[in-house]
């Protein structure tokens, strides 16, 4: 039926037949991603003139994703390839036409948003693909979608492919929890070393945060910024403009990605390592350190000499130091604290980029509740907590910390002790983050109301999650632990009367505790005390609807 399987017609690359099957062939060995069901529910859809957009960060799977499709339908797909700032998109519109008349019906076009008139041509693809033809486009530059909704209206299906859970990481690649938190989130072709056989793999950030940071998400949104002339009545965008013209855009949107790390507090942007959690780690060793002056040790502890000793009271009061903290700001680009300030337009800006990167899905936000006393009366305020998706970005920035602290410890039994306890509070705060957001995308939103909860009444302390299901109106409150440890201590917080009674005033009653953690799941039962489930946190995030089964009451 078809004179030839491979051409290439001006700037674009475009496989049909049999040099489609050698193309995409490699990405059958791979597993899919679960999003895979959600496009092929497009393929099926005929029904209406849309178009299907794989929509997500670099090494999220677009590529991959795509090739499978095409393979679904090999003998009436169309894979072309767009080559950057070459390619018209009116001259792929015009191959889509053609190849239609020859009995093709499923076309993919890969790096669509490289076409040089994108934006002027992108409204014309839904029509073509109609009754007789589906469209699934992709690209780099994947903000480049959400400026041209402007145009397309409800004529998309969005695919999303920048989440990606624990229990889809492992199937994808398997590993563990910290394997998940140190490289989640993002994935690199390669070969397993045993049989030589395509695999994917974790994309690891072994270079710096900033690597990944600048190719996969500050390059995504340049692009299509730097493009804003282009479209029409989008006068909300003239602040973008107004910082591209002073030639600020690639800082203001490395600023807008580096301070979502720096998110961990609930009203001042923080990281996971920010100066509070460096503060933290340094109290936790300054109370170790005044019992080991005093020769106290835990049985589990090697006793240090005194010059080991004098090197940690230095690297505690180095963690401390506001210059050490500015340095750690200034490695990853935050170097103008001064653009906080929440008056200058360009305070505008940097909430005008947040907001883009949530809707790309770098970003995510979980309630917290902060429960308060005032004239003997408990009050409950709200806020949004902002945090990375990706787990392996937060850690990044744990990484760069860590990279710093080493140079400025010389003895290495002490280093250990600096990075590790730096480590421990990272992973920890990391893996609050990986069981919120799960617990957030697993579940359904109207009927949960899901947040952290912080209680500064007559004692202060925390639950990790509270999980309430508004309907029934019961709740289950969750510690999480990066700990393989059983210790009854742990459920201090869930067991506390005075966060019980205050939490209730607002919210559901409690009616199930948990601990998530790396042991084996067990039950422990103390008399006089609610009874605590410890789960197992692979576990866990694996079959989260059936283990949060909130029709198990527990009282």
Known sequence: MHSTSFFTDKSFDCYIDEDLVAYCKDAQSFNRR?????????????????????YGLRRTGKTVLMQQLAMQHA????????????????????????????????????????????????????????SDCRIVCAGTDSFGFILARHYL??????????????????????????????????????????????????????KDIREYIDTSIVSNLLHSVERLSEYENLAKYEPLVQVSEMNMLREMITLAVNRAGFSFAAKQLHSVVSAKDIAHASRVLSRRLVDWKQGVYLPSEQQLTKPQLEELELAIQILNDEDFIAAFWDSICIQTPRLFDPITYIQKTLN????????????????????????NEIIARQNNVVSFSQPGLLYGYTKQLLAMVTPTVHDTFVQEIVTSKIETISLGEILEVVVATAVRKELPEGQYYIAKCKFNLQQTGEYDLAVCDMQNKHSTIIEVKHSDKFVPEQAKHLWNKQFQTAFETSLPKVTRRIILYAGKSEILSMEDFPKIEYINVSDFLTDIPEVLDLSLIHI
């Open 34 to 54: 679960y999003c895979f069901e959600d496009a092929m529910q497009y393929l099926k859809d005929t029904g209406r003139e849309r178009i299907g957009i794989l």
């Open 153 to 206: 209206y409800d004529r998309t299906y969005m695919i999303h492919t920048t989440y990606i859970s624990y229990k889809e990481y492992t199937e994808l690649v398997g590993g563990t929890i910290d394997d998940y938190i140190h490289f989640g989130g993002t994935f690199l072709k390669g070969r397993a070393a045993k049989d030589k056989k395509e695999i994917i793999a974790p994309y690891i950030l072994n």
């Open 352 to 375: 005008l980029l947040q907001s883009y990167l949530f809707e790309l899905d770098v970003l995510y936000s979980l309630c917290e509740v902060q429960f308060t006393l005032a004239n």
């Open 75 to 130: 003998d009436r797909s169309v894979y072309i390839i767009c080559n950057a700032s070459k390619t018209l998109l009116s001259d792929v519109l015009n191959k889509i036409r053609e190849l239609k008349t020859q009995g093709y019906k499923y076309f993919y076009v890969d790096e669509i948003t490289f076409c040089s008139d994108f934006i002027d041509i992108i409204n014309l693809l839904p029509p073509l693909a109609g």
